[in-house]
Structure formats: structure tokens, C-alpha cells
């Protein structure tokens, strides 16, 4: 019985991309016991406030809230448990790496489906302070005023 191939995103983590800047992506396996793919394929969960640390050489994400399925009886288990992630040797060693005695975090941006299997990309993270917000809101505003000028003189010249 062969896999699908699907890459559809089940969950996103844009508020990431405004509290930090974002490097260095891996992808990474999910452990997931019970009904929790169930219900992470139903989307009820959530990535706020989850960040990835390291433990014995192994990486964990912690705070992912993945709601108990609602079909699911004794195999439910704890919704804000630590979930183990699956990366190869290497990128354990550079993680661990980064992480140590540096400024920087690691937090899961997205994660998503890909043959039939949960995956999760994470990345390096540094904290923006309050003026690399404001920039990066000014540019967004600057943005979609072009793209709704862009829109209007085309629906213009159309008519």
C-alpha cells in the first residue's frame, strides 16, 4: 500500500516571521501517539508559544497544543505534552550548536503532511526588537498600498 503524496500545510506560524528573524530551516519528523495525527489532520491544534529545545541529544517541542480528537476514547493522550522530532545526526549536532550560549531560539514555522507522514519545518530565530517591527509593518503597509495601486490602474485602464 503505497503513500499519498501530499504536501498540504496544516498549520502555519506566521507570527513568527514578525517576532523573529528567521534562519537556517530544517524539516523535521513528528512523533505522534494515540489519535493526535487524527486530530492534527482535522486541524485543531496550534503552534503559538511553541519553541524546540534540546535534551540528551535529542530535540523536543515543547507547548504544541494538539486538542484530543473528539472520537477518541483511552487513546487521547495529554494535548500539551512534549512531542520528540525527528532530524538526523548532523542537524541535531548543528542544532545543538546554535542553541547553545547563543542569542538564538528555535521555532517551528509550519508544519504539514508529506506521504501521509506529520512533518514540521523549524528554524533558527533571533528576537527582533520594537524598531525592526515597526519596520517590518511600514513595509507591509508600503506593499499593499503598491499592490492596491497596481490593482486600481489596471482595473482603470481595462474598462
Do not use: Q, W
Amino acid at each position: 500500500m503505497s503513500r499519498k503524496k501530499d504536501n498540504s500545510v496544516l498549520l502555519e506560524n506566521r507570527r513568527t516571521s514578525f517576532l523573529y528573524f528567521l534562519s537556517d530551516f530544517m524539516v523535521a519528523g513528528l512523533v505522534l501517539t494515540g489519535t493526535e495525527i487524527k486530530s492534527l489532520r482535522a486541524r485543531n491544534a496550534s503552534l503559538s508559544d511553541s519553541y524546540v529545545y534540546m535534551k540528551n541529544g535529542e530535540a523536543f517541542i515543547a507547548n504544541m497544543h494538539i486538542a484530543p480528537y473528539k472520537e477518541g476514547t483511552i487513546y487521547n493522550v495529554d494535548h500539551l505534552r512534549d512531542r520528540k522530532l525527528l532530524l538526523n545526526k548532523g542537524e541535531l549536532k548543528r542544532l545543538a550548536n546554535h542553541l547553545k550560549g547563543t542569542g538564538l531560539t528555535c521555532v517551528p514555522t509550519k508544519v504539514f503532511l508529506s506521504h501521509g507522514y506529520a512533518k514540521m519545518e523549524i528554524a533558527l530565530a533571533e528576537g527582533k526588537k520594537l524598531h525592526d517591527k515597526r519596520d517590518a509593518i511600514k513595509d507591509r503597509d508600503m506593499k499593499r498600498a503598491l499592490d492596491r495601486a497596481k490593482r486600481d490602474g489596471a482595473k482603470a485602464s481595462g474598462e
